[in-house]
Structures are given as structure tokens and as C-alpha cells.
């Protein structure tokens, strides 16, 4: 199973990091090893001063496929979901500067929460607004909608499979919105996707 991230998806967001806006989508991975256990807090690791949650709608893949098109690409998934790309700012912000490849910052052990709920998305009009938000310590950190997308859901299909053949259980993290920041011990962060609870877990 491999995941796939795409940066930079919501305007506000780029903006907050004072980010350029991509001409197209940007895309990294994460390996299979940062995902988060279930029911087990999330360590902050010890060569971060400034991780941060960033909380993304997740697509699961139920359909090999490569190249596919756009009007197809509904056909590759059913189930959609809710997670959270942790990223070491710090750490990217560095690798940024020298234009050095993400990885290290995001794809760290314990880097990918990925709710265990997820829904299914024949149950919406469509996928394309659906509300989500991220509360931390009970406050609400993140909300947005996927119609603030840049590149929606299909979209990203085609584009990411024209580059990646995309698998059964494979996820697509397809960014963050504005309001990202950063985590500290006994945070407890739980992310809701139209309403519904998708994941809470405790920050150590
Ligand atoms: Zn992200």
C-alpha cells in the first residue's frame, strides 16, 4: 500500500505559508511505516521543534488502475475518509530552502493518521463538498470544504495515475486547508468529516 499526498491543494493555505501556487499539483509520498497505529498516541520526534497537523480529506483506492481519465475516476474509489499529514516545519521549511525533497519531514514514523472510520461516497450529492473540520483540545483549528480544492477528487486521480499506477488500499491525502499549527504534548486532536467522527488521537 503506498500513500499519496498532494501539497498546496487550497489557496488560503498557500497563502498562510506564503507559498507559490503550483501550476500543478504537487506530489509526495509517504512510506507504508508512517502510518500511525491505531489506537496509539502520536510521539512528537526528537528532531522537531515544530510539528504540525495538517488535516486532509483521504480517498482509498478500490481499482488498479494507470492513466486513467478524469470521468472515469470515480469508478476507482468508494470510500472516502479523514486524516492528518504531520509535518516536521522546521525540518521542511530547511529542505525547502536548499529545494530538497520533502520526505524527511513528512514521512516519518507516526507522520500519517488516517481515520479507521471512512464513508462511503455514493451516500453524498457529491464528493466534491463535503465539510470537514479539525478540533484541537476542542476548539476548531481547521475548517473547510473539498470544494475549495484546487484540483478536485477526480482530478488528482487522473494526474497522480499518470505518473503512479494506483492500487486496491492505496490513499490519497488531498491537502490541507488554512489554519495549520503546531502540536504540542497532551494535545488531542479529532477530525470530523460532515459531521461525523473520523479519527481522535493524543499527542505525546
Ligand atoms: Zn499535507
Known amino acids: 500500500m503506498k500513500i499519496i499526498c498532494v501539497g498546496r491543494n487550497y489557496t488560503e493555505h498557500i ?5 507559490e501556487k503550483p501550476e500543478e499539483p504537487i506530489l509526495f509520498h509517504k512510506p507504508d511505516t508512517s502510518v500511525l497505529l491505531k489506537k496509539q498516541p502520536f510521539f512528537i520526534p526528537d528532531f522537531s521543534d515544530d510539528i504540525h497537523y495538517e488535516v486532509e480529506v ?3 483506492i478500490k481499482k488498479i488502475g494507470k492513466h486513467i481519465q478524469q470521468k472515469f475516476a470515480c469508478k476507482y474509489y468508494d470510500e472516502i475518509g479523514l486524516g492528518i499529514d504531520f ?16 520526505e524527511k519531514a513528512k514521512g516519518f514514523d ?17 464528493v466534491n463538498n463535503l465539510n470537514f473540520h479539525l478540533l484541537m483540545n ?3 483549528v481547521q475548517q473547510s470544504n473539498t470544494s475549495l480544492m484546487l484540483w478536485k477528487i477526480d482530478e488528482l486521480i487522473a494526474y497522480i495515475s499518470t505518473y503512479f ?22 494535545d488531542r486532536l479529532s477530525g470530523f468529516l460532515e459531521g461525523k ?4 488521537i493524543k499527542v505525546k
Open 165 to 186: 499506477t494506483l492500487k486496491i488500499g492505496d490513499i490519497i491525502f488531498t491537502g490541507t486547508p488554512a489554519g495549520v499549527g503546531k502540536v504540542s504534548p497532551e
Open 110 to 126: 507516526g507522520a500519517a493518521v488516517i481515520g479507521d472510520k471512512w464513508l462511503k461516497s455514493k451516500d453524498f450529492d457529491s
Open 197 to 200: 467522527k473520523m479519527f481522535s
Open 87 to 102: 509535518t516536521a516545519r522546521d525540518l521542511q521549511q530547511k529542505l525547502k530552502e536548499k529545494g530538497l525533497p520533502w
Open 138 to 140: 476542542d476548539e476548531i
Open 58 to 60: 483521504l480517498v482509498k
Open 15 to 19: 497563502e498562510e505559508l506564503q507559498n
